[in-house]
């Protein structure tokens, strides 16, 4: 018997609804406007109505509250809403949190949703003057007054010693942003549709924090994304194929903090994904070499290399000679996001990663992958972060 087992979880639950906006750098519309379409979305391509949806679950990072989303859409009433803290890290959070309400019967459909204007609004790349509050801002008060304030630059200190580490070469980081480029190519609804890049073109990019150029670093993006989630079983009987939850984990590392944990004793990891890793594995009763695709969070990056080794899909320091051999690409051994990812397709916090994992257990996605029967997702890293497996059951 497996943990997911014990936990009455796995296999209990699916999604069986994925709907989204456009994805924009000027919405021209608010937040609850997106969140709201969004799910309608989801829930018509569930084979559903709001009146059949009785829990949300959010982000706490996300503007537009239950209430007013349930308003907006119309829903009668709820029986469960939760929301998930540490802002990219929640994404797969929100849908274990629904998995385990659908699993344990506090809810029967549940909307994960996410929508935001990070773009044309509140840009998260750009300097954080205030360092949260609470227990947050005593972590902040140690690198704000210094000027070490961007997502870059926090990251950029753990690419720079992982490089030190590894021997990886800042060609190494670009192979990873090409390979979503040349996804995103190819996808109709990513922002850089039809525009690829070279690796030569990565590096000529400008320098945001070194090690980072500008095409290591994710897009700021307008748009919204929703995920309905219900039980296996009712799923089976609504119009598409369920992608079933095998497995749905949290977690973090050592000393966490949020985006600088360099107290942990290594900071050429990411020790809170290896414990979702850890989990996933254990739940679902996979390994690494069952997964035919992975949906790795691309805010930065360093942090994919550093996620394929924390997952096991190589060893330490082995994810720069992964990707030589265009071991990411489609074809290659383990193609990662072929929707193009963050850096290619739109910065959604990971919930459009989600949502192109259901697309490639159905066999839906623009860039569908062989024969897949398990896909791995992860959420945002160097944070409390979270992770999905999803299978074709």
């Not at 400008?206 to 307008?222: A, G, K, T, Y």
């Not at 929703?226 to 095998?246: G, K, Y």
Request: with cysteine; proline share 4%; aromatic share 8%.
């Amino acid at each position: 018997m497996t943990e997911a087992d014990e936990l009455g979880l796995s296999g209990k639950a699916a999604i069986a609804g994925i709907g989204a906006t456009e994805f924009s750098k000027d919405s021209g519309r608010s937040e609850l406007r997106l969140a709201a379409e969004a799910c309608l979305a989801a829930i018509s391509d569930a084979g559903l109505t709001p009146a059949d949806v009785d829990g949300l679950v959010t982000f706490t990072a996300d503007a537009s509250t239950e209430i007013a989303v349930q308003r907006e859409l119309g829903i009668p009433a709820l029986r469960f809403f939760s929301r998930v803290d540490y802002g990219g890290g929640a994404a797969c959070g929100t849908v274990a949190h629904a998995a385990m309400a659908v699993a344990t019967g506090q809810a029967d459909a549940v909307v994960c949703y996410r929508a935001f204007n990070e773009r044309s609004g509140h840009r998260f790349g750009q300097a954080n003057k205030g360092g949260g509050a609470g227990s947050n801002a005593m972590e902040f008060s140690w690198h704000l007054p210094y000027g070490f304030a961007t997502p870059a630059a926090w990251v950029a200190m753990q690419a720079r010693r992982y490089m030190h580490e590894y021997g990886a070469t800042s060609e190494d980081f670009g192979r990873v942003a090409v390979a979503m480029r040349k996804h995103a190519a190819t996808n109709p609804k990513a922002w850089f549709h039809g525009r690829p890049i070279t690796l030569e073109e990565h590096q000529a990019s400008r320098w945001i924090v070194e090690p980072l150029h500008l095409l290591d670093c994710c897009q700021e993006s307008d748009g919204g994304q929703a995920i309905v989630v219900t039980s296996a079983e009712r799923a089976r009987d609504l119009p598409n194929r369920p992608a079933i939850i095998a497995g749905a984990a949290q977690g973090t590392g050592p000393d966490q903090m949020m985006m600088f944990s360099y107290y942990s004793g290594d900071i050429a990891a990411l020790p809170a994904m290896g414990k979702v890793g850890e989990q996933l594995w254990r739940q679902s009763g996979l390994r690494p070499e069952d997964v035919q695709t992975a949906i790795l969070y691309d805010h930065f990056t360093p942090f994919v290399l550093m996620q394929l080794e924390e997952l096991g899909f190589c060893g330490r320091g082995e994810a720069k000679d992964f990707l030589k051999d265009g071991g990411v690409e489609l074809g290659g051994r383990l193609p990662l996001n072929p929707h193009g990812g963050q850096l290619g397709e739109a910065y959604i916090h990971g919930m459009n990663g989600i949502a192109e994992g259901v697309r490639q257990v159905r066999g839906t996605s623009v860039n569908q992958v062989p024969d897949v029967t398990n896909v791995l997702v992860t959420a945002g890293t160097g944070v409390p972060t979270s992770g999905l497996v999803l299978t074709a059951g």
